[in-house]
């Protein structure tokens, strides 16, 4: 099953990187949040908490417009087809859907942390910050990559699928939110940045795990024809 | 399987003990020392909110079945328990915002971390129907719905566990987690109560799946004597439907 | 009795009442699918009928 995820995956990556849609897409979406955050907000800096929101909430929604559109390429174009005539694990497919999706929002996030430390944080961020941030991410992303694919193979079967995946992923992911909210807060602190909470660590760590099992034993009931 | 079997024996007991909980909860209990005569609430919020959410939990416990087996009639049990989950669910939040208005004079707090669980359990299974409805393939309508159930039967503790620990344990209250801090009497009238709820939705359950069998079997008996043109169309339904 | 009985019964009143007009709309609901099981009924009471007398019309006198 590896080298078929593999081969999955890569297929695409490629086609992103040759057309490239959804990518672009997330970023401008993300940091026009980051502008209406601005106004909103009616501030010129945001820290501690606030930033903490802020960021978690332009992830969170630039994340739904990549979920929409993970599976819609795929099953308007028959490339679904070619997968499931192929002598292949069901569950490879969703793999690589899920892997690909931590991908994109790996990349998403090159551009919206220096576009959220640049436009509205209001301390700089230290390098040790940084490289904290980087690994609360990757938690988060995990958590929203698994329950993502799942949503987005359960919405692309139906007719309201842009209605349905936000319906459906938001609250599944509220987790996700408080605990990358929580856990960024003291690295956006304006008194210098702190350490980690492991308590939310664990939590995000415990909700990837749950969410990957359960996902992983589902995923072959989502392609059978 | 019949399941009107047992449904008399089944809903005189349940009244029976509804009422008993209830005078139990008002004539036997005392009066909570802080909050009053309103703690009374807790008497049919709690239960209600506990039977919910293990009617959550156990739709999903069918879908599982219904993904094993591929057999329909699991796919309709997990439907009814979340259905009626769903409809205790706004009983739970509209006695939750009563009480929340009683004690702190506004209809809806952020402070009770149980309430607010709730709500976002409520809203990801009011999902459930509109999801099925916008499904055509009645099979694959099944499928996904059971997926659907499982994930969220899996989300219902972990959605707990979070929002619990985001909170900061502000207003301690007699609620589910501190039974073991309740005097006996009131104990006893809340078990009775949970106990009386419990047995309300599962005779509702029976009693809904056996009038869905019912509409299925006179259908079929319908289509047997008059032909396939003698069947009225169904009209689009979200629920599972039985006939092959 | 503690003072706080006048101000909240309206309170625990509105609650039950929540929870005994959710059962009771229940009820309504399925009453009307009982109704409608009834109806079914006698159509196909009707339609057996009709194969019955159809069937015996049907043999040769």
């Known amino acids: 099953m590896g080298a078929a995820v593999n081969a999955l995956l890569r297929k695409d990556l490629r086609l992103e990187l040759r057309a490239p849609q959804v990518v672009p897409a997330m970023a401008i979406f993300a940091v026009m949040t980051l502008v209406v955050f601005h106004f909103a907000l009616q501030r010129r800096a945001v820290a501690g908490e606030l930033a903490a929101g802020v960021l978690c909430v332009t992830l969170l929604f630039a994340a739904m417009l990549g979920v929409s559109r993970l599976f819609v390429a795929d099953r308007e174009e028959g490339g679904l087809d070619a997968v499931l005539l192929a002598p292949v694990d069901r569950t490879a497919l969703l793999?690589?859907?899920?892997?690909?999706?931590?991908?994109?929002?790996?990349?998403?996030?090159?551009?919206?942390?220096?576009?959220?430390?640049?436009?509205?944080?209001?301390?700089?961020?230290?390098?040790?910050?940084?490289?904290?941030?980087?690994?609360?991410?990757?938690?988060?992303?995990a958590g929203i990559a698994v329950v993502g694919t799942l949503v987005g193979a359960i919405a692309v079967e139906t007719r309201a699928r842009d209605l349905l995946v936000p319906l459906l992923a938001l609250p599944l992911l509220l987790p996700v939110v408080i605990g990358l909210a929580r856990a960024a807060t003291?690295?956006?602190?304006?008194?210098?940045a702190g350490e980690l909470p492991v308590r939310w660590l664990a939590v995000l760590g415990l909700y990837d795990l749950i969410f990957g099992l359960v996902a992983y034993a589902l995923f072959d009931f989502l392609v059978e024809d | 399987m019949l399941y009107g079997k047992r449904l008399t024996a089944l809903a005189l007991l349940t009244a029976v003990t509804v009422t008993t909980g209830f005078a139990l909860a008002f004539f036997y209990a005392p009066m909570d020392a802080d909050q009053g005569f309103m703690q009374k609430i807790f008497y049919v919020h709690v239960p209600m909110a506990i039977v919910a959410l293990c009617g959550f939990v156990f739709g999903g416990i069918m879908a599982v079945q219904h993904l094993r087996t591929g057999?329909?009639?699991?796919?309709?049990?997990?439907?009814?328990?979340?259905?009626?989950?769903?409809?205790?669910?706004?009983?739970?939040?509209?006695?939750?915002?009563?009480?929340?208005?009683?004690?702190?004079?506004?209809?809806?707090?952020?402070?009770e971390p149980t309430l607010v669980s709730f709500l976002i359990v409520f809203l990801l299974y009011a999902c459930y129907q509109p999801l099925r409805f916008s499904i055509e393939d009645r099979d694959r309508q099944a499928r996904y719905a059971s997926v659907f159930a499982i994930v969220a039967g899996a989300f219902v503790p972990l959605n707990f566990l979070a929002v619990r620990l985001a909170q900061a344990y502000v207003h301690p209250r007699v609620f589910a987690t501190s039974q073991g801090g309740l005097p006996p009497r009131m104990a006893l009238a809340f078990?009775?109560?949970?106990?009386?709820?419990?047995?309300?939705?599962?005779?509702?359950?029976?009693?809904?799946?056996?009038?869905?069998?019912?509409?299925?079997?006179?259908?079929?008996?319908?289509?047997?004597?008059?032909?396939?043109?003698?069947?009225?169309?169904?009209?689009?339904?979200?629920?599972?439907?039985?006939?092959? | 009795m503690t003072p706080a009985l006048p101000d909240n019964v309206g309170y625990v009143a509105a609650a039950y009442l929540v929870f005994l007009a959710l059962v009771l709309v229940y009820v309504v609901i399925m009453a009307s699918r009982l109704a409608r099981h009834q109806r079914e009924l006698l159509e196909l009471e009707e339609l057996a009928d009709r194969t019955v007398r159809g069937g015996r019309e049907r043999e040769p006198v």
Request: with cysteine.
């Open chain 1, 95 to 141: 793999v690589a859907k899920a892997l690909a999706l931590f991908a994109f929002l790996a990349l998403l996030e090159v551009v919206l942390v220096p576009a959220f430390v640049v436009l509205l944080l209001e301390p700089a961020l230290a390098a040790g910050a940084l490289a904290r941030l980087v690994l609360l991410l990757a938690l988060a992303d």
């Open chain 2, 71 to 111: 057999e329909p009639r699991w796919d309709l049990r997990s439907y009814v328990a979340i259905h009626l989950a769903l409809i205790l669910g706004v009983g739970v939040l509209l006695t939750g915002s009563i009480w929340a208005r009683a004690s702190w004079g506004q209809w809806w707090v952020w402070d």
């Open chain 2, 191 to 244: 078990l009775v109560c949970l106990v009386g709820m419990a047995l309300l939705y599962v005779t509702l359950w029976r009693y809904e799946i056996a009038s869905k069998q019912t509409s299925f079997r006179l259908r079929a008996l319908k289509r047997k004597l008059g032909g396939d043109d003698a069947v009225g169309d169904r009209g689009r339904s979200a629920a599972p439907s039985l006939t092959a």
């Open chain 1, 186 to 192: 003291p690295l956006f602190l304006p008194a210098g």
